[in-house]
């Protein structure tokens, strides 16, 4: 914006001296054109800047209004991005509360279930791994995992998010653990179309890193060339959040969208 006025001043400056100088040979020439040219450039010293004022206050009330301290806003995309009621689904499918729980604890909590999203081998042998841990239970977390997927969709709030965030020129980046094969059934229903608006990002398949070990971060900030200092992270998780921070980014843990968009704020960041 300082720019902008800088050249606009120096066009202002040039055009008007060129007027007056303009009149100035003219007069000498004995030109009839001198006067009515003289008369123009007092007329452009006073309209020029009036003119000029105007349009930069048109400019400041269009353009973006981005943060001052931010830059780019890297999101997780499950419980942030797109909703996984799996525990729902279970529910509707007949599934007991005692089994759920015992899913929940035992699996879904447990770090063997990051297995899933570092992709290192084929989901149905880290199926034939977890299913040790709830060995009671063993035909209703198959049951489970044969289902989970379906319920993922993406929050109401998505797309109007990203397309507000990156209408006011923040680079928009996703960081988040996800298996390969349960993102490919996801991505197929379209669920992920909202990446195309982003800038980029890293799936936890891709690389075989999850999150919050730090070389996940870091593969980020060197791939997209990030400044960690100006870069946000969100995320449903306290200890990827601080993940990030340990990298240098600020962070967010997200909770619900009201929460997140005062948070956001308060930092200068709106959509």
Not at 163 to 187: C, I, M, P, Q, T
């Amino acid at each position: 914006m300082k720019n902008a006025k800088r050249v606009l001043a120096i066009i202002a400056i040039v055009l008007i001296l060129g007027m007056y100088a303009a009149a100035f040979v003219l007069s000498f020439q004995k030109s009839e054109h001198a006067q009515a040219l003289f008369r123009g450039a007092i007329g452009a010293t006073i309209l020029v800047p009036v003119l000029l004022y105007l349009i930069l206050m048109v400019a400041r009330v269009i353009r973006p209004q981005k943060s001052a301290v931010i830059d780019a806003i890297v999101f997780d995309v499950g419980l942030v991005l797109v909703d996984w009621p799996w525990e729902e689904a279970a529910a509707g499918l007949g599934i007991s509360e005692e089994a759920i729980a015992a899913v929940r604890e035992r699996v879904v909590r447990n770090p063997a279930w990051r297995e899933f999203d570092r992709s290192l081998k084929p989901d149905s042998e880290i199926v034939e791994d977890l299913v040790k841990l709830v060995p009671e239970y063993e035909r209703e977390f198959r049951e489970i995992v044969e289902n989970m997927d379906e319920c993922c969709e993406e929050y109401w709030y998505t797309k109007d998010w990203i397309k507000g965030l990156k209408a006011k020129g923040y680079k928009l980046y996703y960081l988040s653990n996800w298996g390969r094969e349960r993102h490919d059934r996801v991505a197929a229903r379209g669920v992920m179309d909202f990446t195309k608006w982003m800038d980029g990002g890293i799936w936890s398949y891709e690389c075989h890193e999850v999150k919050p070990e730090r070389e996940i971060y870091q593969r980020l900030i060197r791939k997209y060339h990030l400044n960690p200092s100006r870069t946000l992270f969100i995320d449903d998780s306290e200890a990827n959040v601080e993940g990030a921070k340990r990298e240098g980014m600020s962070g967010i843990v997200f909770k619900d969208m009201a929460d997140v968009t005062e948070k956001l704020a308060g930092i200068g960041v709106k959509w």
